[in-house]
């Protein structure tokens, strides 16, 4: 991947629903070699897919909680089952393994703290495994953003 890959993906980040013509005038090529280079980044795997960016308290679901969960052991049943049954949860939409004392940062979305107090006893509570549940919620978003930095 070159500067020029690099420059199309930034403007994808920033407007994925450009035409072909007008990505390529943003980053000085042809519209032929534009999607030739378009059409390599989505085979490699690099571009891998495409997605619309939504308002979630529009959407009715205003609050953002951060849990971090600690696992009570780190056998291969205990990692594959918890991790398996946290791909299934809707309401998580963000799940990162992590390095020192907590095991996994987990970003989810709700609609109410009733809702959440829900979420936590009948869905994180039902995962075999977890040894603490720590939670953060967000007040505010200072930034949030899609769009990779410049790299190099």
């Known amino acids: 991947m070159d500067a020029k890959d690099r420059q199309i993906i930034r403007e994808l980040q920033k407007e994925g629903r450009l035409s072909n013509q007008d990505l390529a005038d943003r980053v000085n090529l042809s519209p032929s070699p534009c999607l030739r280079r378009l059409r390599n980044l989505e085979a490699e795997g690099v571009i891998t897919g495409y997605t619309a960016l939504v308002d979630q308290k529009a959407y009715g679901l205003p609050i953002t909680v951060f849990i971090r969960v600690r696992l009570d052991?780190?056998?291969?049943?205990?990692?594959k089952g918890f991790e398996d049954q946290v791909a299934?949860?809707?309401?998580?939409?963000?799940?990162?393994l992590l390095a020192g004392g907590d095991d996994y940062l987990l970003r989810v979305i709700v609609e109410s703290l009733e809702s959440?107090?829900?979420?936590?006893?009948?869905?994180?509570?039902?995962?075999?495994?977890?040894?603490?549940?720590?939670?953060?919620?967000a007040y505010g978003v200072v930034k949030q953003t899609r769009v990779f930095p410049v790299a190099g």
């Open 73 to 79: 052991r780190h056998g291969q049943d205990v990692v």
């Open 88 to 96: 299934r949860i809707d309401q998580i939409l963000d799940c990162f």
């Open 116 to 137: 959440y107090e829900d979420f936590i006893r009948r869905r994180l509570h039902a995962i075999p495994g977890i040894a603490s549940i720590d939670t953060s919620f």
